[in-house]
């Protein structure tokens, strides 16, 4: 799950952070949560207005830098990019694997699951042609749509450990944003090691730090990496949900560097292309963003 967290904590993305420290006559502590203590931080000066107004153009290059447009899904390899574009409701990316494999990693939430078959169905993908669910974590924004398969027919995947989480204080974290967790068989328990799905082998990676459970699903004959919600661009995921560690997760994350990837696929935001510009990425987190987990 991605929501923006303080930013003096470091933890936005970088494009908001130099938003918000390029507005004058801010104050010192530049907390959204102050907005009802602090007598400057009014529509009356006007820099509200300014903030807004940046954050919109900012969205808009944002959209408007897009490689993927329209219902153009497919990337490349039988690899469809699922895109979520709305800033202002929070889903997950999803993506799904053609040819011989035909799984769908990360769902998103059970509300917004026709709008993403409706995209598939657009690109040839119908409901019935999916065999698994690859979840890389149990948070609602990216699990809780696996409830609407069938599980005779479809393998819903999640690792032991997410399970174990899922069965205690991951299960609470539902209940925070006003919904239950799914009522649902989970039938393909996924460990650390090979992983075979169709004709193609995968690698599940351990993990955790956003979640105990979290995975990465590494695609070596492609160098493709499903990281979910543990790195983006120029960003990580949250520590401060339930189950959450910093420390695992910089751990977590100096693993995934290791590995040879020409194609990063994280959970919120947008790809990364190119191995260079992959490792560039890792070193800005390294960098300027571990300080502050």
């Known amino acids: 799950m991605w929501l923006p967290q303080h930013p003096c904590r470091g933890h936005w993305p970088i494009f908001y952070r130099l938003i918000i420290l390029n507005i004058n006559n801010l104050p010192i502590c530049r907390c959204w949560r102050r907005v009802g203590k602090s007598p400057p931080l009014t529509w009356r000066n006007g820099w509200i207005r300014k903030w807004m107004y940046c954050m919109r153009q900012k969205i808009q290059d944002h959209k408007n830098n ?10 490349r390899d039988d690899i469809y990019i699922y895109e979520w574009a709305n800033y202002f409701d929070n889903n997950c990316n999803s993506y799904y694997i053609g040819g011989n494999v035909q799984a769908l990693i990360d769902p998103g939430l059970t509300r917004y699951l026709p709008d993403l078959l409706n995209q598939m169905a657009n690109d040839g993908i119908k409901k019935k042609d999916i065999k698994y669910v690859i979840n890389t974590h149990s948070h ?3 699990f809780q749509g696996s409830e609407l398969f069938d599980q005779e027919k479809v393998k819903i995947a999640l690792h032991r450990k997410e399970m174990d989480f ?3 204080v991951g299960g609470e974290l539902y209940g925070l944003f006003g919904i239950t967790v799914p009522q649902m068989q989970i039938n393909m328990q996924m460990e650390d090691g090979k992983l075979e799905l169709g004709d193609q082998v995968f690698k599940v990676i351990s993990i955790p730090g956003h979640t105990p459970g979290s995975i990465g699903l590494y695609w070596p004959v492609k160098k493709a990496l499903f990281c979910g919600d543990v790195v983006f661009q120029q960003n ?3 520590t401060d949900f339930p189950g959450g560690n910093g420390s695992l997760l910089k751990k977590s994350i100096v693993t995934l560097s290791d590995l040879d990837i020409e194609l990063l696929l994280p959970g919120h935001m947008g790809m990364i292309e190119g191995h ?9 987190i390294i960098q300027n963003i571990f300080p502050y987990i």
């Open 166 to 168: 899922l069965k205690g």
């Open 236 to 238: 990580v995921g949250r």
């Open 276 to 284: 260079d510009k992959i490792q560039d990425n890792f070193n800005i």
């Open 140 to 142: 609602p924004d990216h």
């Open 66 to 75: 897009r490689k993927r447009k329209g219902s153009e899904m497919k990337y």
